[in-house]
């Protein structure tokens, strides 16, 4: 939940969201009080118009401005100043179930399972709901597995694993080093964060994520495989950590606001580049005359609301080509661009239009041109 929107200001509170009274109440001379001193006579004062805090998210101005100050240093990766600010909103109200939750979410992207569920259940105790009893459960269930996997560290990876020879892990280093590499040079971006990866047995990834049974990796904060299904180092698994080390990417580079079919269709794009991809479920689209729209494919709720697998293989593929043609027309530079556009809270359609000067149906028509050329249609 996005209370309001704020910007982080290290240890200042923002006076313009004080009410008339406290300011009245608060007033002193800046010039002749240290910043930690202005800081806490704010804070004494405004705790006496707190409101009540038995809602379970933030109540109070500067309550709302410190949290959301803190999802914008954790969208920008910077978690140590969301933790900062979290922590700030807590103070003005205790009972803040968004703030511990967020917490929780940078301890497990910290890789500190323990805090992480520390904080999930203070959330759920204050405000109950079923997305934070699944991530409480869910952390549970990867403390549990994750007791018995082994680390391999090799910056800037970690790797979590349950049993391989020290040859495949090197070996493994070394393709995920490469790959690495490579989508730094491709997307001119090196990230701040250290690079987590987690190998699972397919009964453990299958019990911790509920995927469908063709999902054969996700990131969510951590690159997670089910490398056992063919051995460590399989001939799928280069491609394999293309795509998902590329989710990595991308979630710095859009502060984790990229949309699902540029998401997907940038990782199938640098996928590609390690084992080409077939597009049989797209060229039969075309035959049949039922090629996803744009519109369709743009919007997240539908995307997200249709479990069939069919739909899902037609969402890749016409994703990826569509990212592609956007890469070969205007340069790989602004589908990088378009990342930020995105990171900086813009739709679709004012992010498109701002990147390449064409809004979604200039650039629909212009893409299903080349499509129709590569795959013709029926006449």
């Known amino acids: 939940?996005?209370?309001?929107?704020?910007?982080?200001?290290?240890?200042?509170?923002?006076?313009?969201?004080?009410?008339?009274?406290?300011?009245?109440?608060?007033?002193?001379?800046?010039?002749?009080?240290?910043?930690?001193?202005?800081?806490?006579?704010?804070k004494r004062e405004w705790r006496r118009y707190q409101a009540d805090?038995?809602?379970?998210?933030?109540?109070?101005?500067?309550?709302?401005?410190?949290y959301n100050q803190g999802v914008e240093a954790y969208q920008a990766h910077d978690y140590e100043l969301a933790e900062e600010a979290l922590h700030q909103s807590l103070e003005m109200n205790g009972r803040n179930a968004l703030a511990h939750e967020l917490l929780g979410d940078i301890a497990l992207a910290r890789h500190d399972l323990a805090q992480a569920k520390?904080?999930?259940?203070?959330?759920?105790?204050?405000?109950?709901?079923?997305?934070?009893?699944?991530?409480?459960?869910?952390?549970?269930?990867?403390i549990g597995i994750e007791d018995s996997f082994l680390t391999y560290e090799q910056e800037p990876f970690l790797i979590k694993y349950k049993a391989a020879?020290?040859?495949?892990l090197a070996k493994l280093s070394e393709l995920l080093d490469g790959t690495y590499r490579t989508l730094k040079a491709t997307l001119d971006y090196t990230p701040r964060s250290e690079l987590v990866v987690l190998l699972y047995e397919d009964q453990e990834f299958g019990?911790?994520?509920?995927?469908?049974?063709?999902?054969?990796?996700?990131?969510?904060?951590?690159?997670?495989?089910?490398?056992?299904?063919?051995g460590v180092l399989n001939a799928l698994l280069p491609a394999l950590a293309a795509h998902e080390m590329t989710h990595a990417f991308i979630a710095e580079l859009a502060?984790?606001?990229?949309?699902?079919?540029?998401?997907?269709?940038?990782?199938?794009?640098?996928?590609n580049q390690v084992t080409p991809r077939s597009l049989d479920i797209l060229r039969l689209a075309v035959k049949t005359k039922t090629v996803l729209p744009l519109d369709v494919m743009m919007s997240e709720k539908k995307v997200a609301e249709n479990q069939d697998p069919i739909f899902s293989?037609?969402?890749?593929?016409?994703?990826?080509?569509?990212?592609?043609?956007?890469?070969?027309?205007?340069?790989?530079?602004?589908v990088r661009r378009l990342l930020a556009e995105f990171g900086k809270g813009s739709d679709y359609d004012q992010a498109l239009r701002e990147v390449f000067k064409s809004g979604p149906e200039t650039l629909e028509k212009a893409w299903k041109a080349a499509l129709y050329k590569q795959f013709p249609p029926p006449a």
Request: hydrophobic share 40%; net charge negative.
């Open 255 to 271: 502060s984790g606001k990229a949309p699902a079919w540029l998401n997907e269709g940038l990782a199938v794009t640098m996928e």
């Open 165 to 168: 020879e020290k040859e495949d």
């Open 118 to 142: 520390e904080h999930y259940r203070k959330a759920y105790l204050v405000e109950p709901s079923e997305s934070r009893r699944s991530k409480l459960e869910k952390n549970s269930k990867e």
């Open 53 to 66: 805090d038995s809602a379970g998210v933030p109540t109070t101005s500067m309550a709302i401005e410190f």
């Open 207 to 230: 019990d911790l994520f509920k995927t469908p049974h063709w999902v054969s990796g996700l990131y969510d904060g951590k690159v997670r495989l089910p490398a056992y299904r063919f």
């Open 313 to 334: 293989a037609l969402f890749y593929e016409e994703a990826f080509h569509f990212v592609s043609y956007l890469a070969d027309t205007y340069g790989f530079f602004k």
């Open 1 to 42: 939940m996005r209370v309001r929107s704020g910007f982080f200001l290290r240890g200042w509170l923002v006076l313009g969201l004080m009410s008339a009274a406290v300011l009245n109440s608060a007033a002193v001379n800046e010039s002749s009080r240290s910043e930690k001193e202005l800081m806490d006579g704010q």
